[in-house]
């Protein structure tokens, strides 16, 4: 096998593009050959790394983002990227809740930004993996303003990047499916950002999924208990 | 126990001379370097197929202790059929543990001295990732900052990130089939220059 021919079957894997018995005996040869593995380790760290500087606010960075918008030490590149994933977030989030006619407009949510604007990061919605379940309950005084943070554990086939389709009911509504594109962070959550100020007490469903149908819907439940 | 072995029968015994084939045989017989050498040689080939797998550092890093573990008890116990087969047999037990763990099924049990074997191949796992891991991300992050032009940068995030076919970056950027081979070839081998680098500042 040529350089090049390894490196293309190195990309190939890393890409995902094997067959599975192309890949089985891709790994076997690298737990036995280790300057292929070396190869192979390089190349991944160089998606990863380029994943990683794509995906900032939600590797790493992410959390002392969050904690420095709370004390008001946001800096501008860093809120530059980080407020973008929340616009985007805030806007599919508020699909939800509103009509399409009735979006956040980018002002609108970076306004919602302000430093001393609190956001609250609540229960996560952690998988049946550990045997827990999937409601969540908002509490009152986390409603008062800015944002919150749904965490989704998900057991979905490792992907960089997924097309998820969210769908939610609930008070009477059923709210239209949108798609919006999610990076899981490094914990394997996808983190999604719901406007507080749009969630209405009572009892919701939300129904993620991927688009491609890999993996079957997942309910969600939450309770937002009505406000004091 | 069982239900971890594997047919090896259609495996070649041509390589039975190597070390690692004779592992198998070695642990059998109660040599315990044997088995620090066993991690040594396929802690990090098995982690990072578990990492690349799960997508999630932390639980791989168990996983891979869990097949270590398991590994080195099975072996223990009796000694693979062909030895040759060492590489395919943990592969087999960490994706074995890897779709257990996905199938949110319970994980497979050990029962032979369990918790000594676990500290041994912690003690061995120890540190060996971590700097290896450290030294990447620090080539990678000099790689990418120091990437002569944007173009470069947008053909590694499109084939890596968006997996989109080299054909159609190509036709998309305007580029020739060389020119695309050409961007990758000297990112890769940049890389591991700085990874070298890296390397020898660690000594």
Not at chain 1, 141 to 144: A, H, V
């Given at each position: 096998m040529t350089q090049t021919d390894q490196q293309q079957r190195i990309d190939a894997y890393i890409r995902g593009e094997l067959d599975p018995e192309s890949a089985a005996n891709f790994e076997e040869a690298y737990l036995q050959d280790a300057e292929l593995l070396a190869e192979l380790e390089l190349a991944y760290a160089l998606k990863q790394g380029l994943l990683e500087e794509e995906y900032q606010p939600e590797i790493g960075v992410r959390l002392a983002w969050w904690q420095k918008l709370g004390k008001g030490l946001l800096r501008p590149a860093g809120a530059f990227v980080a407020t973008s994933a929340i616009v985007v977030s805030t806007l599919a989030f508020t699909v939800l809740y509103q009509s399409r006619s009735d979006l956040l407009t980018d002002q609108q949510a970076l306004t919602a930004l302000q430093p001393d604007v609190s956001i609250v990061t609540f229960s996560r919605l952690r998988s049946a993996r550990e045997n827990t379940d999937y409601s969540a309950i908002i509490s009152p005084?986390?409603?008062?303003s800015g944002l919150a943070i749904l965490e989704f554990e998900i057991d979905w086939p490792?992907?960089?990047?997924y097309e998820v389709e969210i769908a939610a009911q609930g008070q009477g509504q059923q709210l239209e499916p949108i798609v919006v594109s999610v990076k899981p962070d490094d914990r394997g959550y996808l983190v999604l950002a719901v406007p507080a100020t749009f969630m209405k007490a009572g009892d919701y469903q939300i129904l993620i999924s991927t688009t491609d149908n890999e993996v079957p819907k997942q309910e969600f439940s939450l309770r937002v208990n009505p406000t004091s | 126990m069982g239900n971890h072995s594997i047919n090896t029968t259609d495996q070649k015994p041509e390589n039975a001379d190597k070390p690692s084939a004779l592992l198998s045989e070695r642990i059998h017989a109660g040599d315990r370097s044997a088995e620090a050498e066993l991690v040594q040689q396929f802690w990090r080939p098995t982690l990072f197929m578990l990492q690349y797998r799960c997508q999630n550092p932390a639980q791989a890093e168990d996983l891979a202790q869990d097949a270590m573990t398991i590994v080195i008890s099975h072996l223990r116990k009796s000694p693979l059929e062909n030895p040759d087969a060492l590489p395919k047999y943990i592969r087999q037990i960490a994706m074995n543990l890897f779709i257990g763990e996905y199938r949110k099924q319970q994980r497979q049990q050990t029962s032979v001295d369990q918790t000594s074997i676990e500290q041994a191949v912690a003690e061995q796992a120890s540190g060996y990732d971590n700097v290896y891991r450290q030294q990447r991300a620090t080539a990678v992050q000099r790689l990418l900052a120091e990437l002569p032009q944007q173009r470069d940068r947008q053909i590694l995030r499109l084939f890596?990130?968006?997996?989109?076919?080299k054909t159609d970056i190509c036709k998309r950027l305007s580029l020739s089939s060389a020119h695309f081979d050409r961007v990758l070839y000297r990112a890769k081998q940049r890389l591991r220059k700085l990874y070298d680098q890296e390397q020898k500042k660690s000594g």
């Open positions: 005084d986390q409603l008062t490792p992907k960089p990047v | 890596y990130l968006a997996e989109q076919d």
